[in-house]
């Protein structure tokens, strides 16, 4: 008997609160690091109204002072992030060049520095390099896209790069920064058969009407990126479903860095450790050990081994090895799990140094990842994305 369900997952724009806060630290992740490739960095952002809060430690071993303001330019860089969005609209309240920018930056504290540094302390065990934290960090990856990714997230990612894209070539001017998008998916027997339906809130100017968002929505947007053969008579459309969306952004609502964490993984498909990327540099595994397991789920389901992989890790703050790595298949794999461990674990190195060198993690690359998923992405410089490792598994599942 067939197993029949829906599956869901969302998207959000990148003028979405949330995103404006993620894109922001990102941004003064990118510009340390442009520094000093080994700048210890955790910035947060808060946006509301006309106000944006920038938070954070961050340490920059190549000045010599303590004051990274004294050469990262936070007000500038906040400014450039938000017009680099689109806010940059008279009528909006959260405007590139008019929000009050507000920072509080102080350096890494010195008992976690001394935790991460690959040197000798007290109290510490190894003389090598340690997590930046503890927790547990989730890589996924499936065969139902050409991305390997769940197909959910990534049809609505799709629609959110293709809003943003046709708002940005300035081809529709009532189109504004804020939006949403949701793909739900009928599953029969674990694939992907068909669209159910599709919802996209998009913020817009006060003189266009609803049918015209409507009509725009569905017929230049859904139809020219969602799978033809997954649309059918019955799909649902829900266009701004509340039928007005002129108040958007940080005026509308609160943005955190952070609180998106979901869209930036595989909605919801595979688990999720609770650690967020945005604005964190590599040393933090929350971002880089949760692009280490995608890089080698990808790896695994790309060499068929399994049609679905689920990596875990699980570290402690200050200490080099993983507490715990875990693999789940689901059932769908075509060699024995713990020989498919066995060949993880001769492949690829999972202590944080190592985790950064693989994936030349200590590069200004993170402005690429913010929008629309850190995984899933077709770029040179998205080292996680790479299936450069199946020869290497399989030589290594066959010995």
């Excluded at 940005?168 to 804020?178: N, Q």
């Excluded at 599709?198 to 725009?216: G, L, N, Y």
Aim: with cysteine; net charge neutral.
């Amino acid at each position: 008997m067939s197993k029949s369900y829906i599956f869901s997952s969302e998207s959000v724009g990148e003028g979405h609160p949330d995103k404006v806060c993620d894109t922001i630290s990102d941004y003064v992740l990118d510009a340390c690091l442009t520094q000093d490739p080994t700048s210890r960095v955790a910035c947060e952002c808060y946006a509301k109204s006309n106000v944006v809060i920038v938070g954070g430690e961050i340490t920059i071993p190549a000045i010599k002072f303590e004051n990274p303001g004294k050469v990262i330019d936070f007000i500038g860089l906040t400014r450039q992030a938000i017009r680099d969005i689109g806010y940059t609209n008279d009528d909006d309240v959260f405007h590139a060049d008019k929000v009050f920018v507000n920072c509080l930056i102080t350096g890494q504290s010195p008992d976690i520095a001394q935790g991460v540094d690959a040197k000798k302390a007290e109290g510490k065990k190894t003389s090598k390099q340690g997590a930046g934290d503890q927790g547990l960090m989730f890589g996924y990856a499936c065969n139902e896209t050409p991305e390997l990714m769940p197909a959910p997230i990534m049809f609505a990612h799709r629609l959110g790069r293709k809003l943003t894209e046709v708002r940005k070539a300035g081809k529709v001017k009532w189109l504004r920064p804020d939006a949403k998008s949701q793909v739900s998916v009928r599953y029969e027997d674990g694939k992907p058969v068909a669209i159910t339906n599709v919802v996209i809130s998009t913020q817009h100017s006060a003189d266009v009407s609803h049918s015209e968002i409507e009509k725009f929505c569905i017929e230049k947007i859904v139809k020219q990126v969602l799978p033809k053969g997954l649309l059918t008579p019955t799909t649902e459309y829900l266009i701004n479903p509340t039928g007005r969306f002129v108040v958007g952004g940080p005026q509308g609502d609160t943005g955190l860095t952070g609180r998106k964490i979901i869209v930036d993984t595989y909605g919801g498909m595979g688990r999720h450790g609770g650690g967020a990327f945005s604005g964190k540099d590599p040393t933090k595994v929350d971002r880089s050990a949760a692009y280490m397991g995608r890089w080698i789920a990808k790896n695994i389901v790309a060499a068929g081994f399994a049609d679905r992989c689920e990596v875990q890790f699980a570290y402690a703050i200050g200490y080099p090895d993983p507490v715990s790595v875990h693999v789940d298949t689901f059932g769908t794999a075509t060699v024995d799990e713990d020989r498919i461990v066995k060949a993880i674990n001769r492949v690829f190195s999972f202590q944080p140094a190592d985790i950064i060198t693989q994936l030349n993690l200590r590069r200004p690359i993170y402005k690429k990842t913010t929008n629309y998923g850190h995984f899933g992405k077709d770029d040179a410089d998205i080292t996680w994305e790479k299936t450069d490792k199946v020869a290497a598994l399989k030589k290594a599942i066959a010995s």
